[in-house]
């Protein structure tokens, strides 16, 4: 008889004592690591707006090159070149997240004296969704340099 009431006994008073003390603790828990995982998520989903702009900043440096370097009447045409590299600017269609996008070029030398153009384009990323812990801005460029057609 002694074996049969021992364990059920024991058991009240775990139940009393141990069971009520970590309900709250798992609450706590639960919520630090949902925390964390939002976190977390939102991270990357920043991450992929920033991606996706530098794809397309990118290939906006790329067209403004490949304008800059048919000819040197083309090189020296800045307003051209703009038209050219910001033609894939539509916020609506093209995912750019980004605000007043800059495009900059310059007549150079290659290392065999060779007339090329280098063309930039920066813009300034807007996450779109806001942490306290991380930036919501950030600079994004990418330059290309091609050789100038004679």
Not at 53 to 81: C, K
Not at 127 to 137: E, K, V
């Amino acid at each position: 008889m002694l074996r049969s009431t021992f364990p059920r006994r024991a058991q009240q008073r775990a139940g009393a004592a141990g069971i009520r003390a970590e309900c709250g603790q798992a609450l706590i828990e639960s919520v630090v690591t949902f925390g964390l995982l939002i976190t977390l998520i939102v991270g990357i989903v920043n991450f992929g707006f920033i991606f996706r702009t530098l794809i397309s900043i990118t290939n906006a440096a790329n067209v403004g090159a490949a304008y800059a370097s048919a000819n040197t009447g083309a090189a020296s045409d800045l307003n051209g070149i703009r038209a050219a590299a910001l033609g894939e600017f539509d916020p609506a269609s093209t995912g750019w997240n980004c605000e007043s996008p800059v495009v900059a070029s310059r007549v150079t030398t290659d290392g065999d004296g060779n007339p090329s153009v280098e063309v930039g384009v920066a813009c300034t990323v807007v996450s779109p969704i806001a942490l306290p812990i991380m930036p919501d801005r950030f600079t994004v460029s990418h330059a290309v340099t091609r050789r100038i057609m004679p």
